[in-house]
């Protein structure tokens, strides 16, 4: 792996709720810097109006913008995500994405809510950083 992903005992235990406290990589490692990913299809079509959708959607992107430098999902160490109209209930789907794809080493990640993203239908976008060993 080309990063180190670490909760500390001091701190709450993060990974049910979908990342972790802390990434660390090494000195020599390139980033891979993912723009912001959302729910689209191969045409730029949203795939769906429903929230859970929109996020599995955007993680597989992600996952597909990082094949295209030879690495996948766990050479992610951080996430940046964008929820528009951000309340509780919507922690549930990113996080059980995050676990789906992720298991128990999740990166570290922040949620941020926002009135709006680039278009109106648009409601789950994340930036992602990768590691290349």
Same mark, same amino acid.
């Given at each position: 792996?080309?990063?180190?992903?670490?909760?500390?005992?001091?701190?709450?235990?993060?990974?049910?709720?979908?990342?972790?406290?802390?990434?660390?990589?090494?000195?020599?490692?390139?980033?891979?810097?993912?723009?912001?990913?959302?729910?689209?299809?191969?045409?730029?079509?949203?795939?769906?109006?429903?929230?859970?959708?929109?996020?599995?959607? *955007?993680?597989?992107? @992600? /996952? %597909? #913008?990082?094949? +295209?430098?030879?690495?996948? $999902?766990?050479? !992610?160490?951080?996430?940046?995500?964008?929820?528009?109209?951000?309340?509780?209930?919507?922690?549930?789907?990113?996080?059980?994405?995050?676990?789906?794809?992720?298991?128990?080493?999740?990166? *570290?990640?922040?949620? @941020? /809510? %926002? #009135?709006?993203? +680039?278009?109106?239908?648009? $409601?789950?976008? !994340?930036?992602?950083?990768?590691?290349?060993?």
């Amino acid at each position: 792996m080309s990063h180190t992903i670490v909760n500390p005992a001091g701190l709450y235990n993060p990974v049910p709720r979908g990342y972790s406290h802390t990434a660390a990589v090494p000195a020599g490692t390139d980033l891979v810097l993912v723009a912001g990913q959302f729910g689209s299809t191969t045409e730029g079509e949203i795939v769906s109006a429903d929230f859970a959708e929109q996020v599995q959607q *955007t993680f597989r992107n @992600i /996952g %597909v #913008a990082l094949a +295209a430098h030879g690495l996948d $999902l766990s050479h !992610v160490v951080q996430l940046r995500t964008y929820v528009v109209d951000h309340d509780v209930s919507k922690l549930g789907p990113i996080a059980g994405a995050v676990q789906e794809n992720w298991g128990t080493t999740p990166p *570290t990640q922040t949620i @941020i /809510g %926002v #009135a709006s993203l +680039a278009t109106p239908d648009v $409601l789950f976008e !994340v930036e992602a950083v990768a590691a290349r060993p």
